[in-house]
């Protein structure tokens, strides 16, 4: 059997997703989460999944001593240090076709651009934000006349289908 940490700070839609498409499958999904109250916890709850809330500054001790075969981000908004990126494998996933509009708030700036495309990009994570090797893209295309919250709407579905797929095929 397979084990993934997926860590989140906020909704976890992509969580979610992940652990749906892993429901039949020789796959354990826990969550370390670092914000207390967040929706993804609620989530977690409601999909019987193992949750731990763990303060940033305690990452590396709470995981020093656990083994899984992927660490996966999942809006988890912090920058991992390098004790902790050396404890294994480390994916992301990023709302933009990477090395363009990384960091924070790639979504928005990407539609704000004038840019007539954007997507989602899965990396391996690195110490520096979204510089690691990427693993996979998929783009998506701003349409005149979007609303931001439409094209928000297009990526988490690309997102939703594409993250899990590639889990998997990392596994």
Request: proline share 2%; glycine share 6%; charged share 25%.
């Amino acid at each position: 059997m397979k084990k993934i940490l997926v860590m989140a700070s906020g909704n976890g839609s992509n969580f979610e997703a992940i652990v749906e498409y892993f429901r039949n499958k020789d796959v354990l999904i826990e969550l370390l989460c670092n914000i207390e109250g967040a929706n993804v916890i609620s989530r977690a709850k409601r999909l019987g999944i193992k949750y731990f809330i763990v303060k940033f500054t305690d990452t590396y001790k709470f995981l020093k001593d656990k083994k899984y075969d992927l660490y996966v981000l999942a809006g988890y908004m912090r920058i991992l240090p390098r004790n902790v990126l050396a404890l294994g494998r480390f994916v992301n996933i990023h709302p933009s076709l990477l090395p363009e509009f990384r960091g924070l708030n790639a979504l928005k700036r990407a539609y704000n651009s004038g840019c007539k495309v954007t997507g989602v990009t899965v990396h391996y994570v690195e110490e520096e934000v979204d510089t690691g090797e990427i693993i996979a893209a998929r783009k998506c295309e701003i349409k005149q006349g979007m609303a931001l919250c439409e094209l928000e709407s297009k990526i988490h579905q690309i997102e939703h289908n594409m993250y899990p797929k590639i889990i998997e095929e990392i596994l």
